[in-house]
């Protein structure tokens, strides 16, 4: 093989990138500001909007209509504009927001008129359910008002709530879920809503008066956003305006207790063997000062927990999968490293190197349980210091013993959105070898530096210690990345290193003893006064990954999406153009039986993809591709569709196929799901999903029944079963069967 880069050290070209990255961090700004020839001057950021809010010692009754008296002494928002599809300009219908706070609660309530109230979209019946297609307000509240991180709550016409959480301004968390209450009410005028937030959901600074605040409101049929602070098109925490006069709030003694009780039986049908297990569990959460929770949790049990979407694996590395589970995904934002970790990643959209990945505890290497049997948490906010620590004594395993595992975290924020940080962990919960991990980072943001562009990058250097193992354990990278929402062109840098035996034992990482390049580029246009187009989208990706012990080819990929349209309504149809080349320095084996020769290859591909809005009742979408593969052909169909013929009934389908040829022989990738929920009201709740893959032979069908009948307490009835299948379900037995049920409330003091 011949693909070696020009022969520079390791050290050199990160020295050079990172040079790079500085005088990008210094230079761009100036460089965004200035205009263009024959353009006209960029007008600077408009000061931050500012209201007083009022604070009052009443109390309304969260029932979605706003006829108490309470909402007419409260702060009144009526100044609100779009942002989307066009920037500040005036909104199509007429928007009313109220705020107001006591000692416990802060509190928002909404006016939205409608002059067709029959044109609403209120589809969405599900708790925490995604509200993406419907009509709804949001708000996001950032309590220490920094611009860096914030709570996002989401109301739908159903009053259905949906929270999140921001782990950066680019990065929202849905997985996060707080303690709160709303409802809502349509009438002839629109819809009305109603929500209350007690402080001890939130963290925050007793010491300002100023909280970072936005809300806004969207028009589903029209995919209008409406919003009263905004900027480039973004809601976020940097784009917040200011609600001013917060004094004297508690959050009580800051104590919730929630006391869990899960009961199930097994049956494994291959062994012929049945058993039955009861496991209380114990979660304490208090509040050490406003801003620092800490958090206990006793024999902690996952049962209710979402079943993670299979994946069919076609390469050579490791898979990731997002943590669900809700004791990790407190303050995730925290445990954030170097633009990747946490609840996802943001770093090039790849996971390589996170030094922090939850899903490693509390789990086997074939993804079985775990017991955790106590953990501790403490998590929030010092000062300028965001700071993290989590200990945790891991069940045995098999032959391995039970395992200390512990995370500590700390960043300091500097500028107006930035920070640097440090982070180390220690144990391994696959292993009784030694191992730790220290490592830091920078991260860069600036979002207001002009009215177009977004301005980021990360750094990051991170060093590995483990038992028996002397040889290179380092990681790094850099990444620069200039962005916007509006009509222009984007792009970004980036260089990661990693070394042969650096080791996350408590992290994540999928290539080992290599070195990545990455270019990455894109444009939109915002099409104006189209009956059908809304927006014209073009990117383009370069990867290039080499060995660090031979300099020579792993992997590359060009990847150029020349045209992507998007319409008034969220239909997208674009094209695609693929040019792969992997160098195998041994045989692989992509499938049973089938081993592809070590060597370099080089194969080109095109797609296409088309997709109908959720906005629609009916939502079927398609995705083809075709060309080489390795030193062979491969076709590929990914086949979906989304019903929701009313706010009770949603089906989702999905089929992945693909028909592989190679000299080494031909196989077939068949990868099946399809979802199933029904809402019989906003309490109750009917979840099914039905997965099969012919990699596994093997279907499995995780079926929950919910009832939540407030915020903070919980029932469940799970059903998780599989079965074995040959051919195309040709025939099908049963493996294997579990039967639980789960109850948790919440007890707040």
């Not at 409802?183 to 007793?206: H, K, S, Y």
């Not at 809700?326 to 990643?345: A, E, P, S």
Request: glycine share 10%; with cysteine.
């Amino acid at each position: 093989m011949n693909s070696r880069l020009p022969q520079h050290s390791p050290k050199a070209m990160a020295g050079v990138l990172a040079t790079l990255f500085a005088c990008f961090v210094l230079a761009v700004p100036a460089l965004a500001q200035a205009p263009a020839a024959n353009a006209q001057p960029t007008a600077a950021p408009a000061a931050r909007k500012r209201v007083e809010i009022v604070r009052t010692e009443q109390a309304p009754v969260i029932d979605g209509v706003l006829d108490e008296e309470f909402w007419r002494t409260a702060t009144v928002i009526k100044d609100v504009e779009q942002y989307q599809p066009a920037d500040h300009v005036e909104p199509s219908e007429k928007s009313e927001f109220y705020i107001a706070y006591s000692e416990r609660y802060f509190y928002v309530g909404a006016r939205l008129y409608d002059r067709d109230p029959s044109g609403i979209s209120a589809r969405q019946l599900i708790q925490n359910g995604t509200m993406q297609f419907d009509d709804a307000i949001e708000f996001i509240i950032d309590s220490f008002n920094n611009g860096r991180t914030g709570y996002h709550f989401q109301i739908n016409p159903n009053g259905i709530r949906q929270d999140g959480l921001f782990e950066n301004p680019s990065t929202l968390n849905r997985d996060w879920s707080g303690i709160w209450q709303a409802e809502a009410r349509m009438d002839a005028q629109g819809w009305t809503a109603e929500a209350a937030i007690p402080f001890n959901t939130l963290n925050f600074d007793p010491t300002t008066e100023d909280w970072g605040f936005t809300i806004a409101r969207t028009i589903a049929r029209r995919q209008e956003e409406i919003a009263w602070s905004s900027f480039n098109r973004n809601l976020n925490p940097t784009t917040t305006g200011v609600i001013s006069g917060i004094h004297d709030i508690r959050q009580g003694v800051g104590l919730d207790i929630v006391p869990s009780i899960a009961a199930a039986t097994t049956r494994d049908y291959v062994k012929g063997t049945k058993g039955n297990r009861f496991d209380p569990s114990l979660n304490v959460f208090y509040k050490v000062t406003p801003n620092l929770t800490g958090v206990l949790t006793l024999n902690t049990d996952f049962s209710a927990t979402e079943v993670d979407n299979r994946q069919v694996n076609l390469s050579r590395f490791s898979l990731f999968f997002p943590e669900k589970r809700d004791f990790f995904l407190q303050d995730v934002d925290i445990f954030t490293f170097g633009g990747r970790g946490g609840g996802g990643n943001n770093f090039g959209g790849r996971q390589n190197g996170i030094p922090f990945y939850s899903r490693r505890i509390g789990l086997s290497r074939t993804g079985q349980p775990v017991d955790i049997n106590a953990g501790v948490k403490l998590s929030g906010r010092v000062g300028e210091w965001n700071v993290g620590a989590l200990a945790v004594k891991q069940g045995e395993s098999g032959a391995l013993d039970s395992q200390n595992l512990f995370v500590g975290r700390a960043a300091l924020n500097l500028l107006s959105e930035s920070s640097v940080g440090v982070i180390f962990t220690s144990g391994d919960p696959l292993s009784s070898n030694g191992n730790t991990l220290g490592g830091v980072d920078f991260r860069y943001q600036n979002t207001r530096f002009s009215q177009r562009y977004t301005l980021s990058g990360n750094a990051f250097y991170q060093q590995t210690d483990t038992e028996g193992l002397t040889g290179d354990d380092k990681a790094y990278g850099v990444r620069a990345e200039l962005d916007t929402q509006g009509t222009g062109v984007g792009g970004a840098v980036g260089y990661e290193y990693f070394g042969d035996d650096y080791r996350p034992a408590l992290g994540f990482a999928n290539r080992l003893g290599v070195e990545t390049f990455t270019i990455d580029g894109s444009g939109r246009y915002f099409v104006q006064k189209h009956p059908f187009i809304r927006v014209l989208n073009s990117f383009a990706n370069y990867e290039y990954t080499r060995s660090l012990a031979t300099g020579e080819l792993q992997s590359e990929s060009v990847f150029w999406a020349p045209l992507n349209i998007n319409s008034h309504r969220g239909d997208q149809v674009g094209i695609n153009i693929n040019r792969d080349r992997e160098g195998l320095d041994a045989p692989f084996q992509i499938s049973p039986g089938i081993v592809l020769p070590a060597g370099e290859y080089t194969f080109l591909s095109a797609g296409m993809q088309f997709r109908v809005s959720n906005q629609r009742l009916f939502a079927p979408s398609i995705r083809l591709n075709q060309g080489e593969f390795y030193n062979g052909d491969r076709s590929r169909a990914q086949v979906g569709a989304d019903w929701r013929p009313n706010q009770h009934l949603y089906m989702n389908f999905n089929y992945d196929y693909q028909d592989i040829k190679l000299p080494a022989g031909d196989f077939k990738v068949r990868l099946v799901s399809a979802n199933v929920l029904y809402a019989f009201n906003s309490k109750w709740s009917w979840i099914n999903l039905i997965q099969y893959d012919n990699a596994s032979s093997s279907v499995g069908v995780n079926s929950r029944l919910r009832w939540n009948p407030v915020a903070g307490e919980d029932f469940f009835l799970v059903l998780n079963t599989g079965f074995d299948s040959e051919g195309v379900f040709s025939r099908i037995s049963r493996e294997q069967a579990e039967i639980a049920i789960k109850y948790t409330k919440t007890f707040r003091y």
